[in-house]
């Protein structure tokens, strides 16, 4: 069963477009198609909202991706909790290339010098640790306060040995070179850490549950000590049940105290020296904490979350049908619409058309498709998971009436096209979206 649910998965993630298989020389994995990243576009989008936007003590930032290799040593301690492999140098994702007779220059020698003895970084927080103090201060914020970053990581480059793979076909894709997270550093006071802690994880757990049909396959886990970073205090992780196993969301950790000395040193140990007041008394240090949510990961278990099978009908007075439906959240959904002409009629053609483009300007992903019967269009809509569909015929052209339909309840409202645009923001998209 869980051999034949992996495989049912691939074949509609291929055929839809979330997913394309690809076939390099750093090893064989899935790449997004084009609704894969359109998917995993609003997915970071929402988690900025969460995180940064709606708050009013988190900032955005934006750090390197390429860092020299003695910052690994010491940053590369408190910015992940769990054991990782020794990073890729910078050469090993860099296509092979032949000098010939090509002279360098004084500037090429000196970017060849630096690439040699520089790193991918292999976390998120690897730039935040250095700069959110500085960070902090530039703005005026007190403690306590976040910074946030999205970005692309990398890990050590791997080889791919088919066999291995046979039985888990989506391992490449869970552990590639390239990967995506999203991750938030906390400055708490000492004493509001454990708090701060627990805050968090209410927090992003919640944030995960509104966007799963199935809530209950999600899991907080506390970690063991041993297997984090003896200065860690409190470590969890967020994973989701899927056909594949236990799938990791996201890490929330307190790391502990460390001084601002202590960061921009690089010093993680937490034993840098405390500030001290005017009165001369010692001040604690302050706590750091982080949450690291993994957007590959993230976008593979909400497809699996979302998938469902039911019998409906695509017509009136159709028969009931085997359906594949694609259950995502509103906000996560490629697209948002689809525009649905129900026969081949030039004008109707053009006034579908020119409704789908007042959507798409109003910032509504909206697809128009007219091909096939309507009854087909529907089946793939369902496959995409586009939450609204809107089916205009013929007496549209006379009355202006439309139909608009929820993916998920197979219900039908008629209106007035246009009314479409309102109805949808009011329902979908308006500020009061939950």
Not at 46 to 75: F, M
Request: charged letters at 20%.
């Amino acid at each position: 069963m869980r051999k034949h649910a992996q495989e049912l998965l691939l074949s509609l993630w291929k055929q839809r477009g979330f997913l394309s298989e690809a076939r390099s020389s750093v090893g064989g994995t899935y790449l997004y198609g084009p609704l894969g990243a359109e998917l995993k576009r609003n997915l970071i989008n929402d988690w900025w909202n969460a995180v940064v936007t709606t708050s009013g003590n988190i900032q955005g930032l934006d750090t390197p991706i390429v860092y020299p290799s003695s910052t690994h040593k010491t940053e590369g301690k408190l910015s992940c909790s769990y054991p990782h492999a020794d990073l890729p140098d910078v050469r090993e994702l860099q296509p092979p290339h032949e000098e010939g007779n090509r002279t360098l220059t004084a500037s090429s020698r000196v970017s060849e010098e630096a690439t040699a003895s520089s790193v991918f970084r292999h976390c998120i927080l690897q730039g935040m640790l250095r700069r959110h103090i500085s960070a902090g201060s530039s703005l005026g914020m007190k403690v306590p306060f976040g910074i946030a970053e999205v970005g692309r990581i990398f890990k050590s480059v791997q080889p791919v040995v088919p066999s291995l793979h046979d039985d888990n076909p989506i391992e490449p894709f869970l552990h590639r070179t390239e990967q995506d997270q999203a991750g938030m550093l906390f400055v708490s006071p000492t004493k509001e850490g454990r708090e701060w802690y627990s805050h968090w994880q209410r927090s992003r757990l919640r944030w995960w549950k509104k966007l799963t049909h199935n809530p209950g396959a999600l899991v907080l886990k506390e970690t063991s000590k041993q297997d984090v970073l003896q200065s860690t205090l409190q470590c969890s992780t967020i994973q989701y049940n899927s056909p594949w196993g236990p799938i990791v969301l996201e890490t929330i950790v307190n790391h502990g105290e460390c001084s601002t000395d202590a960061v921009t040193s690089g010093d993680t140990t937490g034993q840098g020296q405390a500030s001290v007041t005017q009165a001369g008394q010692a001040e604690p240090n302050p706590q750091l904490l982080s949450c690291v949510a993994e957007v590959d990961k993230g976008i593979l278990a909400l497809l699996c979350d979302s998938y469902t099978e039911a019998k409906r009908p695509y017509g009136p007075g159709t028969e009931l049908v085997d359906s594949k439906i694609t259950r995502l959240h509103r906000r996560l959904a490629p697209y948002k619409v689809a525009v649905l002409p129900v026969k081949e009629n030039h004008k109707l053609y053009l006034y579908c058309q020119m409704l789908a483009d007042e959507l798409r300007q109003s910032g509504i992903s909206t697809v128009y498709d007219s091909s096939d019967t309507l009854e087909h269009r529907l089946v793939i809509q369902d496959e995409v998971g586009t939450p609204y569909r809107v089916i205009a015929d013929e007496g549209s052209l006379e009355t202006g009436i439309v139909s608009l339909q929820d993916r998920d309840t197979t219900a039908s409202e008629d209106m007035n096209g246009q009314d479409v645009l309102l109805t949808l923001q009011r329902m979908t998209f308006g500020v009061h979206v939950t």
